[in-house]
């Protein structure tokens, strides 16, 4: 079993920047984490992911080149830095861990999910 515990959300004005962080229980090797968010009245949604060595990374189109996903193994932890937030980056972003070393934008093929952080920004 994996706890992942997101952490850094918070409420910024529209422009600003957040960096969010994900830490694990335990060393989950080989493992791709991934970030998805899920604003009021929506679906969940895939933002970025990275593989275990972080050599591969995919983002959404809608935050590539503004968000940035990077992982410090030796903490057991992932963080996506967001840049140039807009107000309909609004929402509950959560953390999940795929055992499996491949690249999924899907959610059901996470095996662990944090609780989420609120990220709200103003306009």
């Known amino acids: 079993q994996v706890q992942l515990v997101e952490s850094g959300g918070g409420l910024v004005q529209a422009g600003g920047s957040l960096r969010l962080s994900c830490a694990a229980s335990r060393r989950t090797f080989n493992s791709a984490t991934a970030w998805f968010r899920q604003a009021p009245g929506k679906e969940r949604e895939f933002v970025a992911a990275t593989t275990w060595s972080g050599s591969n990374t995919y983002y959404t189109d809608s935050v590539r080149g503004r968000f940035t996903i990077s992982r410090d193994n030796a903490k057991d932890t992932v963080y996506l830095q967001m840049n140039s937030l807009k107000p309909e980056d609004t929402a509950v972003y959560y953390c999940?861990?795929?055992?499996?070393?491949?690249?999924?934008?899907?959610?059901?093929?996470?095996?662990?999910w944090g609780q989420g952080t609120q990220v709200t920004v103003s306009s």
């Open positions: 999940a861990a795929n055992l499996k070393p491949g690249i999924t934008t899907i959610s059901r093929d996470y095996d662990y």
